[in-house]
C-alpha cells in the first residue's frame, strides 16, 4: 500500500474495474486462523469489505472468528454488485452503471437487426445478474412501442418456456421485420438452468453453476425453428467496466457509502453495512442508513412480481420509475423513427 495523492484518488474514482484487486474466493475454515494472523502482525482493527451478500457472509465469518479468538476487529461491508440483489436496500451501487449500459446496448442491438434486415434479423442479448433479473428488466427502459426493442424477456424469476419465447419472437419477426429477446444468464425452464443437461462449464469458490450460454442455446433454437440467422451478443465484463457507461447517480451514491463506512468505522461500529434508502420517488431523494450483516448475509433480493416484464418485453411506468435515476443523466431522446423513412 501506498499513499495517494487527491489528483490520483480523483482519477481513481472514475476508473473501471478494483484497484484493490478482487476475489471469488469462499473464506474456508482452513483461511481463518492464517486471516486472524495477519490481521494480528499488523494490527488491523478495522476490515472493510466490498461487495455483495456472499462477501457479506465472508464478512460476518471473519467477525465472528475474531470474537471467538478475542481479537478486537470491526467488520463493516460496503455494498457493490450490479445485480442488484442486496436486501434492505433500494439499490447496489454498481447497478445503475451496468443497467444504463444495458438499456443502451438493448436499443443500439434492436436498431441495428431492424437495418440488417432479411441478412440477420434476430439477436439474442444475454445479460449479468446471476440469480436475479434486475439487468434483464433494465433493457425495457427504451421501449416505447410494440416495434421496439426488447420483443422479450427472459429473468430467472419467471420459469422459462420455449414455446411462449417463439411465439414473442415469431410474432414481432413477421411483423416488424426483426426481433430482440433479453435472457439473463441464469434463466431457468422447468428442468433447471438452459444448458444444465451438460455439466457446468465453471463452478466459483461458492458453489454457483456457470452452464453453457443460454443465448447460444436460444440463437440455435430460432434457427431451426424459423430458419433464419439469429445472432447472440454476449458482452461479458464490459457491462461493469465500460467508463462511458457509468452514471452519475451511481458514481454520487458510491462515494457517499465510502463515506458513511469510514463513519461507521469513527463510531465503533461492527457488523452492519451501508443500505440507500429512498425517500422520493418523483424528485428522487435518498438517504444512507444501515444494517446488521448478519440480515444481508447470503440472502437474495429477487425482482418483485410488479416489476417483472410481460410477454412482449414491457416493464411496468413503476418499474421504469424506480430505474430512471439510477441510469444518471443525460438519458438519450431515442424516438423511433425507422419505420418512418
Known amino acids: 500500500m501506498t499513499e495517494l495523492s487527491t489528483s490520483q484518488l480523483k482519477s481513481l474514482a472514475k476508473m473501471p474495474g478494483a484497484a484493490l484487486g478482487s476475489s471469488r474466493h469462499k473464506l474456508l475454515p482452513n483461511d ?58 433500494d439499490h447496489s451501487p454498481g447497478y445503475g452503471s451496468a443497467a444504463r449500459f444495458i438499456s443502451q446496448a438493448t436499443f443500439g442491438v434492436g436498431r441495428d437487426a431492424e437495418a440488417m434486415g432479411i441478412n440477420s434479423p434476430i439477436c439474442i442479448l444475454e445479460v449479468m445478474g446471476r440469480d436475479s433479473g434486475w439487468l434483464a428488466a433494465a433493457s425495457s427502459f427504451y421501449k416505447k412501442t410494440d416495434r421496439d426493442a426488447p420483443h422479450f424477456i427472459g429473468v430467472p424469476e419467471v420459469i422459462f418456456s420455449e414455446e411462449n419465447f417463439m411465439i414473442s419472437i415469431e410474432k414481432a419477426y413477421r411483423s416488424y421485420g426483426y426481433a430482440v429477446a433479453v435472457v439473463s444468464e441464469k434463466i431457468r425452464s422447468r428442468k433447471g438452468n438452459l444448458g444444465t443437461e451438460n455439466p457446468p462449464t465453471f463452478t466459483d469458490n461458492f458453489g454457483h453453476n456457470y452452464f453453457k450460454s443460454p443465448g447460444e442455446y436460444l440463437s440455435d433454437l430460432v434457427e431451426k425453428k424459423l430458419g433464419v440467422r439469429c445472432r447472440w451478443e454476449k458482452p461479458g465484463t464490459i457491462q461493469r467496466s465500460l467508463m462511458d457507461a457509468v452514471s452519475t447517480t451511481d458514481r454520487e451514491e458510491a462515494y457517499e457509502i465510502g463515506q458513511k463506512a469510514i463513519e461507521m468505522a469513527r463510531s465503533e461500529m461492527t457488523e452492519v453495512i451501508p443500505t440507500i434508502i429512498r425517500s422520493n420517488n418523483q424528485k428522487y431523494e435518498y438517504s444512507i442508513g444501515s444494517v446488521n450483516l448478519k440480515d444481508v448475509a447470503g440472502e437474495i433480493k429477487y425482482l418483485p412480481e410488479k416489476y417483472r416484464p410481460d410477454e412482449q418485453g414491457y416493464t411496468s411506468d413503476l418499474f421504469k420509475s424506480y430505474l430512471r435515476p439510477l441510469l444518471g443523466n443525460p438519458i438519450h431522446d431515442t424516438e423511433p423513427i425507422f419505420n418512418l423513412l
Do not use: C, F, M, W
Not at 482493527?45 to 455483495?52: D, E, K, P
Not at 467477525?63 to 457493490?80: C, D, F, H, M, W
Open 32 to 89: 481463518i486462523e492464517p486471516l486472524l494472523k495477519t490481521l494480528r502482525t499488523h494490527n488491523i482493527r478495522i476490515l472493510h469489505i466490498i461487495g455483495g451478500n456472499d462477501s457479506a457472509a465472508t464478512g460476518l465469518s471473519v467477525s465472528e472468528a475474531a470474537r471467538a479468538g478475542k481479537y478486537e476487529l470491526q467488520v463493516i461491508n460496503l455494498p457493490k454488485t450490479i445485480d442488484n440483489d442486496i436486501v434492505l436496500t
